[in-house]
T-cell receptor
């Protein structure tokens, strides 16, 4: 799996957009970018994933640069409940989910009132 | 998506005892389950992969005789920490992957089990 680099921590004011960057300069053509988050003392939660096109769902948007060497997860209107550690994971498509995930250190996002 | 439960959510035991943690896939048949461990302020680390009906595959440095994994059915995997010691105190999380006849693009995680060994 390609290595990812994320900032250790970020702050965001409640109601504002939270933009979480991830660098994955060694990503290969068949690798997807996945984002998970882990709220304190809970199991990880899937957020979104993409290959090369930008993606949006009810939780977030994923912007992938044209060269695919970096991406940004956007939480459009952060709430206090979005405070969590966010993990950017690059790997081949999890077909049938039969592959373990390699969690790096992630970004600890603190949403403040 | 799949719903995954773990039991117990929290357990405190004495050093030297064994503890069993259950991971259940509530709404689909999981051919593959993963067990992760997370120490305080650290990231999740994969311990082992269990496939229904076969022996689990352990990651380097994880003692298979200490962490017994049984994937007896398509909805249940158990992790038994044998002769637990304080250094085994951790947050144990299972995830479900590999569904017979289905294709998912994500993994589904349980809520985790907090083990404290005194």
């Amino acid at each position: 799996d390609a290595k990812t680099t994320q900032p250790t921590s970020m702050d965001c004011a409640e109601g504002r957009a939270a933009n979480l960057p991830c660098n994955h300069s060694t990503i290969s053509g068949n690798e997807y970018v996945y984002w998970y988050r882990q709220i304190h003392s809970q199991g990880p939660q899937y957020i979104i994933h993409g290959l090369k096109n930008n993606e949006t769902n009810e939780m977030a948007s994923l912007i992938i640069t044209e060269d695919r060497k970096s991406s940004t997860l956007i939480l459009p209107h952060a709430t206090l409940r979005d405070t969590a550690v966010y993990y950017c994971i690059v790997r081949v498509a999890i077909v049938n989910s039969g592959y373990a995930l390699n969690f790096g250190k992630g970004t600890s996002l603190l949403v403040t009132p | 998506g799949a719903v995954v439960s773990q039991h117990p959510s929290r357990v405190i035991c004495k050093s030297g005892t064994s503890v069993k943690i259950e991971c259940r896939s509530l709404d689909f048949q999981a051919t593959t389950m993963f067990w992760y461990r997370q120490f305080p302020k650290k990231s999740l680390m994969l311990m082992a992969t269990s496939n229904e009906g076969s022996k689990a595959t352990y990651e380097q440095g994880v003692e298979k005789d200490k962490f017994l994994i049984n994937h007896a059915s398509l909805t249940l995997s158990t992790l038994t920490v044998t002769s637990a010691h304080p250094e085994d105190s951790s947050f144990y999380i299972c995830s479900v992957g590999g569904a017979s006849g289905k294709t998912y693009n994500e993994q589904f995680f349980g809520p985790g089990t907090r083990l404290t060994v005194l």
